[in-house]
């Protein structure tokens, strides 16, 4: 049986129909998580319950948000299991350090609903439409929650369309 | 900034951080990795959780959570009939519409409109110095300064934008409904930048008070009769307290609310397209309103409901209607034709008013005696993203 290009009867054709994946689903889970370990141990446990999963695989629908979705569901178990006081920091160019480090900040401080929409849209450059079938919403309702979530940055990090400048 | 050059700072603030060569590996590892099924002794302590927090739930937090009152959307209007009073609104408007060649910003550039709306004429009547709003304080926590200040420089922020009106003072407030207390006398913030702490502010008086540092990061999830409902995580606490408004002094409400918010939208599987759920706003006593969307064969059904305290379900709206497509400048998405299907709620006393995703001007208000009837604006526009009430009836 297969859904979405991917074989969901045997265990090394699902994984191997994963393999593509993997990339976005990291970058999402470090986004989300901040530490690289944290984030790759998402990855493989976000796999395993695709697997365990696979029949609840809607026939016609694409993998890479259903995958997406399982991911950004491990993050939040993760998130809330987490002891790690301090999370991986990385260095920004330098012009951008003290800007990039309020925005950090920021995003560490939003709740993960709201963080989970600005990554997905600014960092993996999603399209509304992906986002909302990867959180299970209309197209409509995942950007008011793009638009709650920005608003959660504000003002400092206000973002005006077309503006060109800061 | 634009959006590319937010996208720049957030691989800068995130990090291009590559996954091992060996995660395909791992995954594939993992994948094969034979499912330990649960043990007897599981079993056991997973229905002792489930009896443990029935009972919590059942039993416990109705008299946590509502020491002196049940308060629940059908209790306690204050008289105000809602056809015939003047609800505060805040419009978000695209006109003269957005720009087809450029990716959509989720409504960040959308004008605001503040204003006042009669009910029973649908007359809205816009108030251009309503927002921003000088001289209040708001959450430090949200507020940052761009460009940072230098190392010891004061903090000076700039009036923010109005997200609340309150009747009892005649004014526009920088801060969402829930924060405002019952009475529109003061409101809540958070004044330092870890948002730890819950700050009372008096409008009359322009003075505030700090009622609890709690020495980590909370959130604040309603003023409520009772007291101010505070969280530890959003949207779904781990630990809640309700904070005495006068005294300060914080009162642990534990793990019923959170089971409450439980029941929203992290609870569910990740079925995309199948299911989605999540809390649209709380009632007055500060338990989730849900909304729960089901896409079947060609329809979709929306529930929207919430647990009193005692635990009892009371549905708000359940209706199946054939799946809609609506197109935009963004593409195709769906939704249910004709259904009621809320974005935002906001609940006094005992009446709700939600607002919509659909590209309308129309106000929903519910209570238990009345049901659910919608309340046009008075106002066309076709750019129009959604309208939002903003404070109770009066």
Request: hydrophobic share 40%; glycine share 8%.
């Amino acid at each position: 049986m297969t859904a979405g290009g991917i074989d969901l009867s045997d265990q090394d054709a699902f994984a191997l129909g994963l393999e593509p994946l993997l990339p976005l689903a990291f970058r999402l889970a470090y986004a989300m998580l901040r530490h690289r370990d944290d984030a790759e141990d998402a990855v493989q446990e976000a796999a395993a319950q695709a697997w365990r999963k696979r029949n609840t695989f809607r026939s016609g629908s694409e993998v890479r948000p259903w995958f997406l979705a399982i991911v950004a569901n491990q993050c939040r178990m993760a998130i809330r299991r987490s002891k790690r006081a301090a999370p991986e920091v990385v260095s920004p160019s330098a012009p951008d350090r003290e800007e990039a480090a309020m925005l950090r900040n920021a995003l560490a401080r939003l709740d993960m609903n709201s963080r989970l929409v600005i990554v997905m849209r600014y960092y993996l450059d999603l399209p509304f439409e992906e986002i909302a079938r990867t959180l299970g919403v209309s197209s409509g309702a995942a950007r008011m929650r793009v638009q709650r979530a920005l608003g959660k940055l504000r003002p400092a990090f206000e973002i005006e369309e077309g503006s060109g400048d800061e | 900034m634009n959006e590319e050059r937010f996208r720049s700072l957030m691989r800068d603030a995130i990090g291009d951080v590559q996954a091992s060569p060996w995660l395909s590996q791992a995954v594939r590892t993992r994948i094969a990795r034979p499912e330990t099924p649960p043990s007897r002794a599981g079993w056991v302590a997973a229905i002792a959780v489930c009896v443990v927090v029935a009972f919590l739930v059942g039993a416990i937090a109705p008299r946590l959570l509502h020491p002196t009152t049940s308060v629940t959307p059908g209790a306690g209007a204050g008289g105000v009939d809602p056809t015939n009073c003047t609800l505060p609104v805040i419009i978000y408007d695209q006109t003269p519409g957005p720009d087809p060649t450029q990716p959509w910003d989720g409504g960040t550039s959308a004008a605001k409109t503040w204003g006042l709306l009669n009910t029973h004429t649908g007359k809205f009547a816009a108030n251009p110095s309503a927002s921003p709003v000088p001289g209040m304080p708001v959450d430090l926590s949200t507020v940052y300064p761009n460009p940072p200040p230098a190392t010891g420089a004061r903090l000076v922020i700039p009036p923010q934008p109005a997200l609340a009106y309150s009747h009892a003072t005649g004014r526009w407030l920088p801060v969402l409904p829930e924060r405002v207390s019952p009475d529109g006398q003061s409101y809540v913030y958070q004044d330092d930048i870890y948002g730890s702490t819950v700050v009372r502010y008096d409008i009359a008086t322009g003075k505030s008070v700090v009622l609890w540092s709690a020495g980590k990061q909370i959130y604040i999830i309603k003023w409520i009769p009772n007291g101010i409902l505070v969280g530890d995580s959003e949207p779904t606490p781990r630990q809640v307290w309700l904070v005495n408004p006068v005294t300060g002094v914080p009162t642990v409400v534990n793990s019923p609310p959170a089971a409450h918010y439980n029941r929203g939208g992290d609870s569910h599987p990740p079925v995309p397209l199948a299911t989605s759920a999540g809390a649209v706003g709380l009632t007055a006593s500060g338990d989730p309103i849900l909304k729960v969307s089901v896409l079947g064969k060609g329809t979709v059904t929306i529930w929207v409901y919430y647990y009193t305290a005692a635990g009892k379900r009371i549905v708000i709206y359940h209706k199946t209607g054939a799946t809609a497509n609506v197109s935009d400048v963004n593409g195709v998405w769906f939704t249910g034709a004709g259904l009621f299907d809320p974005a935002y709620a906001f609940t006094s006393g005992d009446e709700s008013w939600f607002s919509t995703f659909a590209p309308s001007l129309t106000l929903w208000h519910w209570d238990a005696t009345r049901g659910l009837k919608s309340v046009d604006i008075g106002v066309q526009d076709p750019h129009v993203l959604t309208s939002m009430p903003a404070g109770p009836c009066f």
